[in-house]
């Protein structure tokens, strides 16, 4: 079951190791990885793993790249954050309870995304990240 929605430890230490950029022209590549509800993931998940991916079609194993917003960061609240454009998967039929963004140059985990329960889908699979700002951006450090 994924257990939680959460920064992973390896991409807080990564961060302060420069293992991480999100800028525009970085030399990494992120993506989404979907899961089913037996997946044990949380925020002591180190790296991507194909272990209870989901498979249907229109999903590749290993999930797609999603393009992150440029980040950004609030003086008034001391807060650093980013964000990703939505991802689709079209067409799609497949059944899904979560995913795991992930760094694909290195395998690293950056983030668990529990949806609360079992998504399922028979054409198209969205998924809407929150608001690129200070309250609601899928990352943010404080």
């Known amino acids: 079951m994924i257990l939680g ?6 991409f807080k230490l990564n961060l302060l190791k420069g293992l ?35 498979t249907g079609t229109g999903y590749t194993a290993g999930g797609q790249v ?31 309870r979560g995913a795991l963004i992930y760094n694909s140059t290195t395998g690293a985990a950056v983030c668990v995304l529990n949806f609360g329960s079992d998504k399922s889908c028979s054409s198209t699979f969205t998924i809407t990240f929150p608001a690129d700002d200070v309250s609601n951006a899928v990352i943010r450090i404080s």
């Open 5 to 10: 929605q959460a920064q992973t430890t390896t």
């Open 20 to 54: 991480e950029n999100f800028n525009t022209g970085s030399p990494y590549t992120y993506k989404i990885a979907l899961y089913d509800a037996t997946a044990s993931l949380d925020s002591t998940t180190t790296a991507y793993t194909s272990s209870n991916e989901i």
């Open 66 to 96: 999603i393009t992150p917003i440029a980040p950004a960061s609030d003086t008034s609240t001391n807060v650093a954050y980013v964000s990703f454009n939505n991802v689709t998967w079209s067409p799609a039929v497949f059944t899904c």
